[in-house]
């Protein structure tokens, strides 16, 4: 299934289960978020606890920096409030 292809989250069933195991990533969640985290490079120590921490794995690491995949990012604030170098901010989400 190609990128495009993807369903949203709006094809969850009801109450949010999902009943085969192992397919969270076809269903992108990320639309629902009112902030997201953008991360500031220049104050990025790269110590992985955004990464650590975050409950749905939008969190990516590259070698040397780390990146968020805003498809299934829901701006909960996890990954900034536990970034030890306040390299992460939350913004509004514009539409």
């Known amino acids: 299934m190609s990128e495009e292809q993807k369903p949203g989250w709006r094809s969850i069933p009801i109450a949010g289960i999902i009943t085969e195991p192992g397919s969270a990533m076809k269903y992108k969640t990320g639309d629902w978020r009112a902030y997201r985290p953008i991360i500031d490079e220049e104050k990025c120590v790269n110590c992985l606890l955004c990464w650590i921490y975050c409950p749905d794995a939008a ?10 995949d805003y498809e299934y990012c829901k701006g909960c604030g996890i990954c900034a409030n536990e970034c030890p170098v306040g ?5 509004e989400e514009r539409r």
Do not use: F, L, W
């Open 87 to 91: 390299a992460i901010k939350m913004v």
């Open 59 to 68: 969190i990516k690491r590259g070698e040397e920096k780390v990146s968020v």
